[in-house]
Nanobody, 120 residues
């Protein structure tokens, strides 16, 4: 079993910053790609940013230049630094990871989500 637990969400004013964290735990041999997604009320879940095991990063156009994804492999943790937040960034943010378990099976895992609210 592998679990992802996000933290760091909350209420912030437009223009402010938040840092999300996502800790992976359980039967982990290693972690491949990790990423962040978000889902606003009434909208589909959308990809926000991704990072490979070698820390190559990619971003959705709507957040490029404002958000930074990073990871600490020793801590099995991925981060999302969000700057210059806009009301349209408000959503539940989900962490995602592709994990090679100790049973040498690849699994895709999702966190439970953390709420980000941006006031205008």
């Amino acid at each position: 079993q592998v679990q992802l637990v996000e933290s760091g969400g909350g209420l912030v004013q437009a223009g402010g910053s938040l840092r999300l964290s996502c800790l992976a735990s359980g039967s982990i041999f290693n972690i491949n790609d990790m990423g962040w997604y978000r889902q606003a009320p009434g909208k589909q879940r959308e990809w926000v940013a991704g990072i490979t095991s070698s820390s190559h990063t990619n971003y959705a156009g709507s957040v490029k230049g404002r958000f930074t994804i990073s990871r600490d492999n020793a801590k099995n943790t991925v981060y999302l630094q969000m700057n210059s937040l806009k009301p349209e960034d408000a959503a539940v943010y989900y962490c995602n990871a592709v994990v090679l378990t100790t049973a040498r099976v690849y699994v895709e895992v999702w966190g439970q989500g953390t709420l980000v609210t941006v006031s205008s």
